[in-house]
T-cell receptor, first 111, second 113 residues
């Protein structure tokens, strides 16, 4: 298995633009998680899905953030409009209940 | 949400030294995991501990789960430069059939050759 695949690896965008981050989980993993990591706050859970259904989105900062999982092999995290304070590394992780496998992350810079 | 505190926040040691890092909470966890994260990559699972008092060894790394399942420690013997990274503990706060981890902020370890 290729592991959890995230794209793009790096994204630089201007304030106000829409940003879409993508994730392909490991086949057979029924849970998918989106995290944001910063030096100040560490890893923060944004949202997680179980069997493609959003279970807990209480970590989503505000209405500018949205996430979808249209099928078991794909998820997106969208920020619209983006702001400089959204700059961080965004991780996707998948699990079948025995530990998380993380992707390599997307480093987002909003200027 | 259960809070996990890790200490120390930063640790810089010479190659060959021993070290211990800690993960503490006021809450009980059904299980606890340790991850290592290298620059530019996502965290990688090292070990899961489930039973209070459990000790697990992974080469030079020794993991212990507290008797009350509220805390854990990671001891590294004869540290190597390859041990450099961010060590994260994560507690399982699953309930009602869910599986969700809460992460500490980590201990950033630098092993100097």
């Amino acid at each position: 298995d290729a592991g959890v695949i995230q794209s793009p690896r790096h994204e630089v965008t201007e304030m106000g633009q829409e940003v879409t981050l993508r994730c392909k989980p490991i086949s057979g993993h029924n849970s998918l998680f989106w995290y944001r990591q910063t030096m100040m706050r560490g890893l923060e859970l944004l949202i997680y899905f179980n069997n493609n259904v959003p279970i807990d989105d209480s970590g989503m900062p505000e209405d500018r953030f949205s996430a979808k999982m249209p099928n078991a092999s794909f998820s997106t995290l969208k920020i619209q409009p983006s702001e400089p304070r959204d700059s961080a590394v965004y991780f996707c992780a998948s699990s079948r209940g025995d530990g998380y496998t993380f992707g390599s992350g997307t480093r987002l810079t909003v200027v | 949400t259960q809070l996990l505190e890790q200490s120390p926040q930063f640790l810089s040691i010479q190659e060959g030294e021993n070290l211990t890092v800690y993960c503490n909470s006021s809450s009980v966890f059904s299980s606890l995991q340790w991850y290592r994260q290298e620059p530019g990559e996502g965290p990688v699972l090292l070990v899961t501990v489930v039973t209070g008092g459990e000790v697990k060894k992974l080469k030079r790394l020794t993991f212990q789960f507290g008797d009350a399942r509220k805390d854990s420690s990671l001891h590294i013997t004869a540290a190597q430069p390859g041990d450099t990274g961010l060590y994260l503990c994560a507690g399982d706060e699953s309930g009602a059939g869910s599986y969700q981890l809460t992460f500490g902020k980590g201990t950033k370890l630098s092993v100097i050759p």
